[in-house]
């Protein structure tokens, strides 16, 4: 590992247009990764050329430009099955984000599998978008929404859980914790679960973008992600699941493309995955993810993963070292168990005004409760600051951030 | 470009480091609200007793930033010991200072007031040390952190006269 922590940060921050400009007369320091990441060129020539050159609608028209468009919308599918490992393509359905793949799945399968008596567990430190869609069908269905609760190192504190698996259907994890960076092993909750019976739903918005991804070695029987945070467009979202229940899965949303044929009796739905992509798709973000998986794929996943170990690394040591017990960081210490998001509290500063006075600085970061209030509930606080990480930072991010919370600190004790 | 001290008066962090009316009244007689920012997890907690239409105490709770906490301490001080309709006078200028058409253009007359009347809203009406939230404008990803205890004052009246 090299002391410094750079590893892709300073090669890869040319390719990113937005980087090179300013904030308040200073050059951008882009720590909001988990929210959005930043895009390449090369995407945004993708969706540039796509509208100048084939822009037409899909599967449907006989002209040249249709079948173009059909063909690279097909293309970026494919690509993201190879991404992730999907054996199929067919696997691949595009949603607008991770939420919608959510809804899509307790909508969807949750409709026909749920109901008084069955039960779905899911996680403290689950983002909203794994929450509220069981809160509702739950509520309509009448099942039981069960919790794993969040142990004091920031890890899912998996004692009891054979017992929150007995008679559960469905067992809903995010792989890595927005808030915490925690990379949970899904591997082996998957198999408990399976065990007992249930299905495994793993909410991988933060973990595609960040780590080599494997669907099947995973053991996930649903896996939703989302273009924005890998380089891609926003708007454009995956779920992928085994065939098998995709197969067997009612349609979500109804209209065109989704359908065989229309009678005024009724419907026939159309092959997966077109069954659940009613109406025209987003192409241009379609073409755009694609695009985004070929950047990755050309830095590789393996170092953009040891890029953000490494930077990670360096980022808490900085903090220690400058700070000590004037900043925490939530979340596992090591930096091989958890992604690059540092959610800080610093002194007695507000969240809000520390991204402030950091935001004076250039240095962009979030503050809030990063949709996952029962997980701040259970860490005490009502909102923290959150730095994270991405192939674009380098050291020189987190030294500004870091100078930028001297600031922070000298302007609050005035 | 507003700088950091168009928005962090010494006013506001002095009532931020010292917040003054803080703490719970006895339900009933007093009405208590609470308001959210969804924004930032931001909780406002406002208690008002009113007797025959005039605010006799306040006070305030919860946890915020300095704009939010330091802007339900001026309106505790701003409120206490005045008529309910006063108060509702203030809580619309404060309003209008709070919205980008409120504040620094000036001449057009828009109102944006959630209660619809026409004028600049903020009429005679005197703000005082209010004043110095003006500077949130400038920010306006933080003009929801200034108005949560207006907002939930506002609540908290309307459950008192229901």
Same mark, same amino acid.
């Given at each position: 590992?090299? #002391?410094?922590?750079?590893?892709?940060?300073?090669?890869?921050?040319?390719? $990113?247009?937005?980087?090179?400009?300013?904030?308040?007369?200073?050059?951008?320091?882009?720590?909001?990764?988990?929210?959005?990441?930043?895009?390449?060129?090369?995407?945004?020539?993708?969706?540039?050329?796509?509208?100048? *050159?084939?822009?037409?609608?899909?599967?449907?028209?006989?002209?040249?430009?249709?079948?173009?468009?059909?063909? #690279?919308?097909?293309?970026?599918?494919?690509?993201?099955?190879? $991404?992730?490992?999907?054996?199929?393509?067919?696997?691949?359905?595009? *949603?607008?984000?991770?939420?919608?793949?959510?809804?899509?799945?307790?909508?969807?399968?949750?409709?026909?599998?749920?109901?008084?008596?069955?039960? %779905?567990?899911?996680?403290?430190?689950?983002?909203?978008?794994?929450?509220?869609?069981?809160? +509702?069908?739950?509520?309509?269905?009448?099942?039981?929404?069960?919790?794993?609760?969040?142990?004091?190192?920031?890890?899912?504190?998996?004692?009891?859980?054979?017992?929150?698996?007995?008679?559960?259907?469905?067992?809903?994890?995010?792989?890595?914790?927005?808030?915490?960076?925690?990379?949970?092993?899904?591997?082996?909750?998957?198999?408990?679960?399976?065990?007992?019976?249930?299905?495994?739903?793993?909410?991988?918005?933060?973990?595609?973008?960040?780590?080599?991804?494997?669907?099947?070695?995973?053991?996930?029987?649903?896996?939703?992600?989302?273009?924005?945070?890998? /380089?891609?467009?926003?708007?454009?979202?995956?779920?992928?699941?085994?065939?098998?229940?995709?197969?067997?899965?009612?349609? $979500?949303?109804?209209?065109?493309?989704?359908?065989?044929?229309?009678?005024?009796?009724?419907?026939?739905?159309?092959? +997966? =995955?077109?069954?659940?992509?009613?109406?025209? =798709? =987003?192409?241009?973000?379609? %073409?755009?993810?694609?695009?985004?998986?070929?950047?990755?794929?050309?830095?590789?996943?393996?170092?953009?993963?040891?890029?953000?170990?490494?930077?990670?690394?360096?980022?808490?040591?900085?903090?220690?070292?400058?700070?000590?017990?004037?900043?925490?960081?939530?979340?596992?210490?090591? &930096?091989? /168990?958890?992604?690059?998001?540092?959610?800080?509290?610093?002194?007695?500063?507000?969240?809000?005004?520390?991204?402030?006075?950091?935001?004076?600085?250039?240095?962009?970061?979030?503050?809030?409760?990063? /949709?996952?209030?029962?997980?701040?509930?259970?860490?005490?606080?009502?909102?923290?600051?959150?730095?994270?990480?991405?192939?674009?930072?380098?050291?020189?991010?987190?030294?500004?951030?870091?100078?930028?919370?001297?600031?922070?600190?000298?302007?609050?004790?005035? | 470009?507003?700088?950091?001290?168009?928005?962090?008066?010494?006013?506001?962090?002095?009532?931020? !480091?010292?917040?003054?009316?803080?703490?719970?009244?006895?339900?009933?007689?007093?009405?208590?609200?609470?308001?959210?920012?969804?924004?930032?997890?931001?909780?406002?907690?406002?208690?008002?007793?009113?007797?025959?239409?005039?605010?006799?105490?306040?006070?305030?709770?919860?946890?915020?930033?300095?704009?939010?906490?330091?802007?339900?301490?001026?309106?505790?001080?701003?409120?206490?010991?005045?008529?309910?309709?006063?108060? !509702?006078?203030?809580?619309?200028? $404060?309003?209008?200072?709070?919205?980008?058409?409120?504040?620094?253009?000036?001449?057009?007359?828009?109102?944006?007031?959630?209660?619809?009347?026409?004028?600049?809203?903020?009429?005679?009406?005197?703000?005082?040390?209010?004043?110095?939230?003006?500077?949130?404008?400038?920010? &306006?990803?933080?003009?929801?952190?200034?108005?949560?205890?207006?907002? *939930?004052? %506002?609540?908290?009246?309307?459950?008192?006269?229901?």
């Amino acid at each position: 590992m090299s #002391a410094g922590g750079d590893r892709l940060g300073p090669q890869t921050k040319a390719h $990113f247009p937005l980087l090179g400009r300013q904030v308040h007369g200073r050059p951008i320091v882009y720590l909001d990764s988990a929210a959005s990441s930043q895009k390449p060129r090369s995407v945004l020539d993708a969706m540039n050329s796509y509208y100048e *050159t084939i822009n037409a609608n899909v599967h449907r028209g006989a002209y040249e430009i249709a079948a173009q468009a059909t063909e #690279a919308m097909e293309a970026a599918r494919a690509g993201v099955a190879r $991404f992730v490992n999907a054996p199929s393509a067919d696997e691949i359905v595009f *949603t607008k984000n991770v939420t919608e793949a959510i809804n899509l799945v307790a909508r969807s399968w949750g409709g026909a599998n749920l109901g008084p008596g069955d039960a %779905v567990v899911i996680t403290e430190m689950e983002h909203h978008a794994n929450i509220v869609p069981w809160h +509702i069908m739950a509520a309509e269905k009448g099942f039981e929404l069960r919790w794993i609760g969040v142990g004091a190192d920031g890890r899912l504190d998996l004692s009891n859980l054979e017992r929150l698996l007995d008679g559960a259907k469905l067992l809903g994890v995010t792989a890595m914790s927005n808030v915490l960076g925690t990379l949970n092993p899904i591997r082996r909750l998957a198999d408990t679960a399976h065990d007992a019976g249930a299905l495994v739903l793993v909410d991988a918005a933060q973990y595609v973008p960040h780590l080599p991804t494997d669907v099947q070695a995973l053991g996930a029987d649903f896996l939703g992600f989302t273009g924005h945070k890998m /380089c891609g467009p926003t708007g454009i979202g995956v779920l992928w699941a085994r065939a098998e229940l995709l197969e067997a899965m009612p349609p $979500f949303l109804g209209g065109g493309e989704m359908i065989l044929d229309v009678r005024k009796d009724g419907f026939l739905p159309n092959h +997966i =995955p077109h069954k659940f992509e009613a109406g025209t =798709p =987003p192409i241009a973000e379609i %073409v755009g993810l694609g695009a985004a998986v070929e950047y990755l794929e050309g830095l590789g996943m393996d170092r953009v993963r040891e890029h953000e170990v490494s930077l990670t690394a360096y980022a808490l040591r900085t903090l220690e070292e400058r700070y000590g017990s004037e900043l925490a960081v939530h979340g596992p210490s090591e &930096p091989a /168990c958890r992604g690059g998001v540092l959610s800080m509290s610093f002194q007695d500063i507000h969240p809000h005004d520390l991204s402030q006075v950091l935001d004076d600085r250039g240095v962009c970061v979030r503050a809030g409760h990063h /949709c996952a209030k029962p997980l701040m509930r259970h860490l005490g606080v009502a909102a923290t600051t959150r730095a994270s990480l991405y192939v674009y930072n380098d050291t020189s991010d987190v030294d500004a951030l870091a100078d930028a919370l001297d600031v922070a600190g000298e302007f609050f004790a005035r | 470009m507003a700088g950091l001290e168009d928005l962090y008066r010494e006013i506001i962090l002095d009532h931020y !480091r010292n917040p003054r009316n803080r703490g719970e009244l006895e339900v009933p007689p007093a009405v208590q609200a609470v308001g959210f920012n969804p924004l930032c997890g931001d909780e406002v907690v406002v208690y008002v007793d009113v007797q025959d239409g005039v605010i006799t105490d306040v006070s305030t709770g919860g946890q915020g930033c300095s704009i939010s906490q330091s802007s339900a301490s001026m309106m505790s001080t701003a409120i206490k010991g005045r008529s309910v309709a006063e108060v !509702r006078r203030l809580v619309r200028a $404060f309003k209008h200072m709070m919205s980008i058409h409120g504040t620094g253009i000036g001449g057009t007359g828009d109102d944006l007031d959630d209660d619809g009347d026409s004028g600049n809203g903020a009429g005679d009406v005197k703000l005082g040390d209010l004043e110095a939230l003006r500077g949130v404008v400038k920010f &306006p990803v933080r003009i929801k952190c200034a108005t949560l205890s207006w907002n *939930t004052l %506002v609540q908290a009246l309307d459950e008192t006269f229901a």
